[in-house]
């Protein structure tokens, strides 16, 4: 019994954690970068559906989605788009400059306290077991999420061209490919997952402050190393075993305090024995 | 009017100037080679000419219109495209995916279908292996797909950069077989190329590029005839 309950946390935290490393894989894969700032779109989507969510919890999803692809796309137009080809360092400490004006940004418009939200959809009993609804909901996102972007990457024209582009994008270019384009697109899938995924953790952690999206954030990239980043399905399984970790953790008393601890461990782990990751491929050195 | 025409190019790499000053044009219908040596600049020019590389003195035209400064995209939707050097096809996708990649910006569907059928049937191994994941192929047989992605574009003038780098004698012949199958067809044609022989006998005009500048030019024959092109570059 204890062990379906497990299985269930697990697919729940994993797949929360796979969304928010799907946006760090592709951004990586596609515009070379690391986007430092993805956590704090996962806060953004934490705040307006605090906001909305005694309108309409609906409404609320719809306007977390729309407000992150907003914040993204202007980011991205903004701060990462005129340091196209410049040096990574550059691109690096710009990424975390944006996260700490996302942060302060809160704080101003929001102020410092941490605002909450109650959410209980109840719980269904099988047998002796009795699962969270909301969990259940979780899972059956994420995983739809996860197909349908897996869908899009492989059968659509764009999605091939993502990844011509993750590929060679020189070579993508002399396509006619409009590399702005797809890199905007990346953006715009990414923060639209990181919103969905902000939307859940609120509803899960039902408190939200200006650093909210740290924590999920950091373990996401993490996730997405393990998996190897780079790699959509990479991302996926990686956010999935740091679920399990969790899911585990969380039900062994003499383990839970050192959750986080272990996970990192685990990180360390992947990269010393595979240091490209699950999924990752080695990268090809261009002449 | 020239079809493309460069004047007075410069590109630096950093503080490293590897074209200096060159300035040649290709007409419409014609095979135009520049021949030369590894690091002549032969690359760089191609790349400048798509956009890729940003020259930092001179102009391109392309039927009339400046296009330095345009994003590369846009460069090739004004109707040319490129066979880069070392083939660059996208390994991760299909041999299929890479030839609708090659007609991204088309609209017309009636015509690629087409396409498709004529580089199949030009290329039967690539029908043969149109599902097989790109990486898998063997070199020359990347070759030609990276010269069916270029053509699915319906390029009006097409740039191939050492496209019989690598390959066997037997593959070598064939691609030049293709090159002259496709100016035959309308498309005008500027070739990069350290195989003299063959591209000469194949151009209406080249040039012979060293160290940057622009020595030589002539016709294909001229320039076959040249004792200068036989000592350096013909192994004579
Ligand atoms: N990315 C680069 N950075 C610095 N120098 C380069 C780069 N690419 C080419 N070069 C230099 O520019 C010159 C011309 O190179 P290239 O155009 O590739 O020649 P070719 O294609 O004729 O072999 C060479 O001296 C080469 O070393
Ligand atoms: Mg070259």
Known sequence: MEFITMIINGLSIGGTYAMIALGYTMVYGIAKMLNFAHG?????????????????????IIASVIFCVTVGIVVEKTAYKPLRGASPLAVLITAIGVS??????????????????????GEIRMGEIKINVLTLITIACSAAVMVALTLFVKYTKTGRAMVAVSEDRGAAQLMGINVNFIIMIT??????????????????????????????GIKAFAAAVIGGIGSIPGAMVGG???????????????????????????????????????????????? | MALLEVKNLDVHYGVIQAIKDISFEVNEGEI?????????????????IIGLIHPTRGEIYYDGQKINGIPSHKIVKLGMTQVPEGRRIFSELTVYENLVMGAYTRKDKDG????????????????ERKN??????????????????????????????????????????????????????????????????????????????????????GTGAELLASEEIKKAYLGG
Do not use: W
Request: proline share 4%; hydrophobic share 50%.
């Open chain 1, 40 to 60: 704090d779109i996962i806060m953004v989507g934490g705040y307006t559906i605090v906001l909305f969510f005694p309108i309409s919890p609906i409404l609320g």
């Open chain 1, 100 to 121: 700490k004006l996302l942060q302060s940004a809160a704080q101003i418009f929001i102020g410092s306290e941490s605002k909450g939200v109650t959410v209980n959809l």
């Open chain 1, 187 to 216: 953006f715009i899938i990414g923060s639209a997952l990181a919103a969905v995924a902000g939307v859940f953790l609120v509803f899960k952690i039902q408190d939200v402050g200006t650093t909210f999206g740290a924590m999920p």
């Open chain 1, 240 to 287: 999935l075993v740091l679920g399990f970790i969790e899911a585990v953790c969380g039900m062994v008393p003499a383990l839970s305090p050192y959750t986080d601890a272990i996970e990192f461990a685990i990180l360390i782990i992947v990269l010393l024995v595979k240091p490209t990751g699950f999924l990752g491929k080695k990268r090809r050195e261009k002449v």
């Open chain 2, 32 to 48: 135009v080679t520049l021949i030369g040596a590894n690091g002549a600049g032969k690359t760089t020019t191609m790349q400048s």
């Open chain 2, 112 to 127: 690629v279908e087409k396409d498709f059928k004529d580089i199949y049937e030009l290329f039967p191994r690539l029908e």
């Open chain 2, 132 to 217: 097989q994941v790109a990486g898998t192929l063997s070199g020359g047989e990347q070759q030609m797909l990276a010269m069916g992605r270029a053509i699915m574009s319906r390029p009006k003038l097409l740039m191939l950069d050492e496209p019989s780098m690598g390959l066997s004698p037997l593959l070598v012949d064939q691609v030049f077989d293709i090159i002259k199958r496709f100016h035959e067809k309308g498309t005008t044609i500027l070739l990069v190329e350290q195989n003299a022989n063959k591209s000469l006998a194949i151009s209406d005009r080249a040039y012979v590029l060293e160290n940057g500048r622009i020595v030589l030019s």
